[in-house]
């Protein structure tokens, strides 16, 4: 790996694990073989430290951990486990902010009503980051496998300074969602404007307001989640108008699509609004709710 990287993310499962990487097994349908390189600023230090292995420059902190659910007893004391560790880890490190997460985990949608492994994955993160005195949420992903590992897997990005979390006007802030979507509402802001020319969006779904929207449409799916990247940037850019206002070449993006079959439509649909030529990771994966069919990561950089 380059002297100059932070940390890479790899996707599917042929790729071994090592220091400064972590390897989700999620399928690429679209994109297979990219890989999401965080570059760094200067010179890398590589650590383990109870469970946790990271990797930092002079300004952000990257970390993995992955914790077997049979060792605490389900999802939920598991998730509250892994994020009591990160809590314990950041608070004791020169990056104490936790800025942005990426959550996976088997049979996201398995259980019904507050057994659904989704509401028991929220109310471990909240017991778990109890103990992070931190003001604002970080910018979250939260994705579920089908590859029957229970294994949760985070990984983070920490900075020195606290960045500024973001909401939506479009939509109702996650951790006010009303009850219906859980007793315990998710952690997680919009987004989080790491520095004035970097915007980590978090996973991004057809929801205006707090519903769902286009249940029976992956096309329309595709078309609100773009909408809702539109107002968000646009949102940024009135404390970073650095940052670029389209989706295009100073913008990452990676979906998780649910049904392999809709892979067409969402290439056809995302196509007809990009410029030509982005590089476009496709992965299988499911979306917290069960009616939501895909869900998009986006990065938007200045430009
Ligand atoms: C949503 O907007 C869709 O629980 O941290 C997206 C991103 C979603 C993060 C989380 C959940 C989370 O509610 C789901």
Redesign the pocket.
């Known amino acids: 790996m380059p002297a100059d990287t932070l940390f890479a993310v790899e996707f599917g499962v042929s790729i071994s694990p090592g220091p400064r990487r972590v390897r989700v097994p999620l399928e690429p349908l679209a994109g297979a073989g990219l890989v999401e390189i965080w570059q760094s600023n200067g010179a890398v230090v590589t650590g383990d430290s109870g469970g946790i292995r990271f990797s930092n420059d002079d300004h952000f902190l990257a970390g993995v951990i992955e914790v077997a659910e049979r060792d605490h007893g389900g999802i939920a004391s598991a998730t509250a486990f892994a994020y009591r560790a990160i809590a314990a880890f950041q608070a004791a490190s020169a990056f104490p902010y936790l800025l942005r ?1 990426w ?1 996976y985990f088997d049979a996201i949608n398995v259980g019904a009503g507050e057994d659904e492994r ?1 509401r028991g ?2 109310a471990g993160r909240v017991l778990g980051l109890e103990s992070l005195h931190q003001a604002q949420h970080p910018a ?3 994705i579920g496998r089908r590859d029957g590992q229970r294994v949760l897997q985070v990984y983070w990005l920490a900075g020195r300074e606290p960045g500024v979390a973001l909401e939506n006007p479009r ?1 109702v802030s ?1 951790y006010l ?1 009303p009850r219906q979507y859980g007793e315990i509402s ?3 802001s919009r987004a989080m404007l790491v520095t004035p020319e970097l915007l980590l969006i ?4 057809s ?1 205006v307001g707090h519903a769902s929207r286009h249940v029976d449409s992956t096309g329309g799916q595709v078309q609100e989640i773009l909408a809702n990247l539109g107002t968000l940037i646009t949102r940024a850019r009135q404390l970073a108008p650095a940052l670029s206002p389209h989706l295009g070449r100073h913008t990452l993006l990676k979906a998780y699509l649910r049904n392999r079959g809709d892979l067409a439509v969402v290439e056809e649909s995302l196509r007809s609004r990009l410029p030509p030529g982005m590089p476009l990771l496709v992965l299988h994966g499911d ?3 069960a009616e ?1 069919l895909v ?1 998009f990561d986006c990065v938007q950089a200045a430009g």
């Open positions: 997460t959550n989704y994955f929220c979250a992903t939260v939509q996650a969602y998710p952690t997680f978090s996973g991004t779904a929801i979306v917290c709710r939501l869900e």
